[in-house]
């Protein structure tokens, strides 16, 4: 009786839309209380390991014992180096991130990896490095979502929404803002919206915050409440804005990829990479207590509260070395808080340089701040319209959502022209992943030579002569013949109609056939996926490419044409495409 029952929900939530409305609310509910739970658990650490007084933010501190500050950063680095290798020992492979899972993997993740990641990001934020917890609570948001999904044998269209049901709720949960959740899963996590992932994203995104807010007040609370204007001649700084955060933020990104490189070549051991991060990042904590953690309670006091020039651009760039140290080194967790409170240290320089060149100007530099703080986070993240609703949602004044629109738009295509990627997509770049955003891409490795070529390719020595091909050949025969050289690999091929056709001067009989070969060094491999077979067509410049064993002996086993692979192709696309507009 319970086989049937079980088989008769899994039948309902396969066959049923509104069945991922339910599974939005169950996600919602479960990524909540994983939230506050790692969340209070990185506030314990922070409490203990640094003297705060209870509910105090580390980085909202003005003094701390730099005993505590290098003890905690370089022992708990010691601890996350353990943790970390302890993991790949008992796990093997790395963590399938939300974004890698729906784009190649069709939503599957591990719940067991996930947990253990976010276990790594809240011993990395909890000893003071200075990355953000967000990127745990999606990771673990998305991995308990997949396993429901996968108990449910759930479609594979569906597995992807309820992924970024996890991501959604992770995020609303952080910021106490269900639009920004709901809207990183539209940008990042499906790559897309449509209107049958409206309902179980926006139910996870808004039933997260609430459970999380009754487990733990810190999350619920508005960033900031006041009036706020800007004048049309503040359209161009917005824009100059965009630029600078553009640019900064690839300088970032880049500096911790090559930060990362740099401690592999030198063959420092993974274990104690975190701990020499630690120490640098303690190093640049003696500069102010800002810069260690993500910046929680830092961004709320440096937002509210005015502070001298120069004081604002050294914290600055000694919050991003210590944003770079922590993720080169191998600190767990992401930049996105992280890219909040350098963005408001950005619009706070760049408003206080207005201010002191223009005294006169009625300058408002928390909106400079506001500004800022999308910008580089749309520039890094690479979620322009998740930033707009962030700010919206934690100032509650849509007055300046032109301006936020403005700077997070023209970073985001600062960032997209120069550089191409976001954090998450860099980082797969460097791993060797050809990801640019979640669009489901699986079918690209699915999609190799093997399923695509044509076995039935007819053959002929290249020093076959024009006249015994004509004999051999006739037209109507075969459309093409793939030559090989005196040890059988492959030569080229020739196409019939052009032997037929040319060499009518009585010469026939001497002259060679691969006198007229086509793509003699151009060849494909059965791996290869389609992304490998179009560029190959294009280099060639040819519509026929011969399928060899290896590029050794070349044995022909098979040809491609390019016409073919492009139907192929664009097949697979519309077939995604339409999971993804939720036609079932």
């Known amino acids: 009786m ?29 990524t909540g209380v994983g939230v506050a739970a790692a969340h209070s658990a990185a506030q314990w650490l922070h409490e203990v390991l640094f003297g ?6 580390l980085s909202a501190a003005q003094v701390l014992d730099p005993v505590r500050v290098f003890t905690s950063l370089i022992v708990g680095g010691l601890v996350v180096g353990f943790y970390t290798w302890a993991v790949h020992r008992l796990r093997k492979l790395d963590a399938v991130d939300p974004i890698e899972a729906n784009a190649l993997y069709g939503g599957r993740m591990s719940l067991a990896d996930s947990m253990l990641l976010t276990g790594g990001t809240v011993l990395s934020s909890g000893c003071g490095a200075a990355v953000g917890m967000e990127a745990g609570y999606t990771q673990f948001g998305a991995g308990a979502a997949s396993w429901l999904g996968q108990k449910f044998n759930l479609r594979r269209a569906d597995l992807r929404t309820l992924v970024a049901c996890g991501a959604a709720a992770g995020i609303a949960a952080a910021f106490d803002a269900p639009m920004a959740g709901a809207f990183y899963a539209f940008e990042l996590v499906l790559g897309a919206y449509a209107v049958v992932t409206l309902a179980p994203v926006m139910l996870a995104a808004l039933i997260a915050p609430e459970v999380a807010a009754l487990l733990t007040s810190e999350l619920k609370s508005p960033l900031l409440n006041i009036d706020l ?11 100059g804005i965009g630029v600078v955060a553009g640019v900064i933020g690839i300088g970032i990104m880049k500096i911790a990829t090559a930060g990362e490189i740099v401690l592999r070549r030198l063959r420092i051991p993974p274990l104690v990479r975190p701990a020499l991060g630690g120490l640098g990042v303690a190093l640049l904590g003696l500069y102010s207590p800002a810069v260690l953690g993500a910046g929680h309670g830092a961004t709320q006091y440096y937002l509210l509260h005015a502070h001298g020039f120069a004081a604002l651009l050294g914290l600055l760039a000694a919050k991003v070395l210590a944003a770079a140290l922590s993720v080169g080194a191998g600190f767990r967790g992401g930049l996105f808080h992280t890219s909040l409170f350098v963005g408001i240290l950005l619009g706070d320089v760049v408003g206080l340089g207005i201010m ?3 005294p006169a100007l009625p300058v408002d530099r928390i909106v400079y701040a506001l500004v800022g703080m999308a910008s580089m986070a749309a520039a890094i993240i690479g979620a322009p319209i998740t930033m707009i609703f962030l700010v919206f949602e934690q100032t509650g004044n849509i007055a300046i959502a032109n301006g936020v629109m403005i700077g997070a738009v023209v970073a985001s295509l600062i960032v997209r022209r120069l550089f191409g990627y976001s954090f998450a997509t860099w980082r797969f770049h460097v791993r060797g992943e050809s990801i640019r955003s979640a669009f489901d891409i699986s079918f690209v490795r699915d999609l190799t ?4 070529m044509r076995r039935e390719a007819r053959t002929a020595g290249e020093e076959m002569t024009v006249d015994a091909f004509r004999r051999r050949f006739p037209i109507g025969s075969t459309e093409r013949v793939f030559l090989l050289d005196g040890e059988g690999g492959y030569a080229g091929f020739v196409l019939t109609a052009e032997v037929h056709a040319s060499v009518h001067d009585g010469t026939a009989e001497a002259t060679p056939v691969r006198a007229l070969r086509h793509a003699p060094g151009s060849f494909l491999l059965p791996r290869q996926d389609i992304n490998a077979i179009l560029a190959a067509f294009e280099q060639a410049q040819t519509e026929t490419l011969a399928v060899v064993d290896d590029p050794q002996c070349r044995s022909v086993l098979g040809y491609v044409t390019e016409a073919h692979a492009l139907k192929r192709y664009a097949q697979e696309l519309d077939r995604r495409r339409r999971e993804l507009s939720g036609e079932r």
């Open 2 to 30: 319970f086989e049937a029952a079980w088989w008769r929900i899994k039948a309902f939530a396969r066959a049923e839309e509104l069945s991922l409305s339910v599974f939005g609310v169950l996600i919602g509910t479960v």
């Open 52 to 57: 705060l007084e209870r509910g105090a933010h």
């Open 229 to 239: 204007y800007f004048s049309h001649y503040d359209i161009a700084v917005f824009v």
């Open 356 to 358: 002191s060149l223009f």
């Open 449 to 452: 030579v093997v399923k695509l």
